[in-house]
C-alpha cells in the first residue's frame, strides 16, 4: 500500500488565486512528521513547510499553510496568492517515527500557474 | 545561508563502470541521507548514515551501494558496476537530528549511464 498518496498529477491554477494540493498518508505510527517540497525545472528540492503529528495547530510558512486533519489522514498544502513562479512539482512527503529520519515520498503534483 | 553542496551536478559514465558521488553536509549536522529520482518519478530513499554507520537502507541500496564518511566534510555514495537503471538524480539531504522537522536537500547529481 501506499504510504503517501498524491492523488494530483497536475493542477492549474490563475494567477493570483488560492490552490490545494491534496496529500493523504498512512502510518500506524503515533509519531511522525509531514513535509512539503517544491521541485522546480531547474531540479533542486525546497523544502516548504513541516507538520508534527503532535502539533495542535496547522503549520504555516508565509504563503504556505498545511491543512492537517489527522483523523482522516490528510496534509493538503494551501497555496494563497499564486504566483508563476510557483509553477513546479510539488511533493508531499513523510518520515514515520521509527525510522532514522528517511523521507517517504508521494508521487508529486505538477502545479501550473497561468497568467 | 549553510547549504549542502554536491558534485558534480552531471556525471555521464559506461555500463559497468563505477561512480563515486559526492555530497558535503551541513556542518553541524549529525545525519546524512542519499535518495534518487528516476527522471519523472517519485524520489525513494536510499540510505541514511549516522555516527559512521549506516542506520538505514532501502531495499534498493543492494551490494552495489556503498556510502562513505572519508573525513569530517564529505559524504560520498559509490556505485561500484553501475547499470542503466541507475540513471537518476541523486540527492544527498542532511539534518542536525533524526526527528528534525527539515532535512536539507542538495542540489542533486544527475547521473547518466550509457
Known amino acids: 500500500a501506499q504510504k503517501i498518496t498524491q492523488t494530483q498529477p497536475g493542477m492549474f491554477v490563475q494567477e493570483k488565486e488560492a490552490v490545494t494540493l491534496d496529500c493523504t498518508y498512512d502510518t500506524s505510527d503515533p509519531s511522525y512528521g509531514l513535509f512539503w517540497y517544491k521541485q522546480p525545472s531547474s531540479g533542486e528540492m525546497i523544502f516548504l513547510i513541516y507538520?508534527?503529528?503532535?502539533?495542535?495547530q496547522n503549520a504555516t510558512e508565509g504563503r504556505y499553510s498545511l491543512n492537517f486533519q489527522k483523523a482522516r489522514k490528510s496534509a493538503n498544502l494551501v497555496i494563497s496568492a499564486s504566483q508563476l513562479g510557483d509553477s513546479a512539482m510539488y511533493f508531499c512527503a513523510m518520515r514515520e517515527g521509527g525510522s532514522q529520519g528517511n523521507l517517504i515520498f508521494g508521487k508529486g503534483t505538477k502545479l501550473s500557474v497561468k497568467p | 545561508e549553510p547549504e549542502v553542496t554536491q558534485t558534480p551536478s552531471h556525471q555521464v559514465t559506461q555500463m559497468g563502470q563505477e561512480v563515486i558521488l559526492r555530497c558535503v553536509p551541513i556542518s553541524n549536522h549529525l545525519y546524512f541521507y542519499w535518495y534518487r529520482q528516476i527522471l519523472g518519478q517519485k524520489v525513494e530513499f536510499l540510505v541514511s548514515?549516522?555516527?559512521?554507520?549506516?542506520?538505514?537502507k532501502s531495499e534498493i541500496f543492494d551490494d552495489q551501494f556503498s556510502v562513505e564518511r572519508p573525513d569530517g566534510s564529505n559524504f560520498t555514495l559509490k556505485i561500484r558496476s553501475t547499470k542503466l537503471e541507475d540513471s537518476a538524480m541523486y540527492f544527498c539531504?542532511?539534518?542536525?537530528?533524526?526527528?528534525?522537522?527539515?532535512?536539507?536537500f542538495g542540489p542533486g547529481t544527475r547521473l547518466t549511464v550509457l
Open positions: 548514515f549516522y555516527n559512521n554507520e549506516i542506520s538505514e
Open positions: 539531504a542532511s539534518s542536525e537530528r533524526y526527528d528534525y522537522n527539515e532535512q536539507f
Open positions: 507538520q508534527g503529528s503532535y502539533d495542535q
